[in-house]
């Protein structure tokens, strides 16, 4: 069955109404001029919706804002964005401090302060991280001040590859406990075929994944600035409402509309319960840079008993990662039953295998006498 289709459903969204604490997402395309770099008018024009909808102080706001790239190129004399990643990242570095200061002018225009976080996907998942990303977020809120938070391009680029930090707002939606997910590009919503085909409409609401069985969702951005897409945002959107969180995917011009309930753009229900749980880019936004095949009594305590895996149940290792990377586990078919952050590197683990913990902390010192993947940094696949 395709979702609620335009006209269907004008009701007033009311968790949006009710929503108080709002992750919003700005795509790239939605901030810069047709010649590519920073527009302030539209800079402005966000920061006047953003501004409004916290004023009075009911509602707190965290931006997730990309256009660093984009801000970037001119000031290094570059015409386009570069293809390879280094120039890519070498333009995030010198456009972040120009988009940051470009909100911090916007946003003091009412007296509101901004704080820059940059983060990875990763950062939410490693315990440290997540415990330090959270206060800082927390407490920027607490404070009065406007968290606006990016990819951390010189570290990470999943991102710049391929995302726009869709993937990068569903997770921070997760680790603030937001109520709502707005992700704004230059798209006004999902349609049920090409929007520039007539005879096509909006699809006004998903309530789950088989809404959307059988729409075709186009992957590349419209403006050639962005790397999104609607497939990630739509990934995007499926990440933080199986997190329990409700969106609202639409167009950057429609953003006072979407923050205010209205009927604009698609709005995904929530799927799944909200929990506290770290692990939510392991489980479904992280890229295993390898994998470990597991004898069938470690798969058991894997997945049935949700222990850690010990050295003794790795028959096997594939893949070049090292020791805090995201690795898939498989059992003896070659099917991935789990996700886990590896303690060791990839060629540490040959030697390791099908022994015990003890005998290996006798043979190698008491760093060997550690699990393979803790259990605390694993999470189970649904079959
Ligand atoms: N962090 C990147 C930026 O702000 C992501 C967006 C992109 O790939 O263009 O520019």
Redesign the pocket.
Known sequence: MAGARQGEAAAVRQPVVEARRIVVKVG?SSLTTAAGGLDADRVDALVDVLAKCRAGGAKEVVLV??????AGLAPLGLRRRPKDLARQQAA?SV??GL?VARYTASFARYGVRVGQVLLTGDDTSRRAHHRNASRTLDKLLAMGALPVV??N?TVATD??RF???DRLAALVAHLVHADLLVLLSDVDGVYDGDPSRPGTSRIAQVRGPADLAGVEIGSAGKAG???GGMATKVEAARIAAAAGIPVVLTSAVHAADALSGGDTGTYFHPTGKRSADRLLWLQHASTPQGSLTLDDGAVRAVVEDRRSLLPAGIAAVEGEFTAGDPVELRDGRGRAVARGLVNFDAKEIPRLIGRSTRELARELGPAYEREVVHRDGLVVLEP
């Open positions: 790239s804002s990309s256009g660093a790239i984009a995030a456009g972040q988009l990016n990819e391009d991102e710049i995302g726009d930090n600035v962005g790397t």
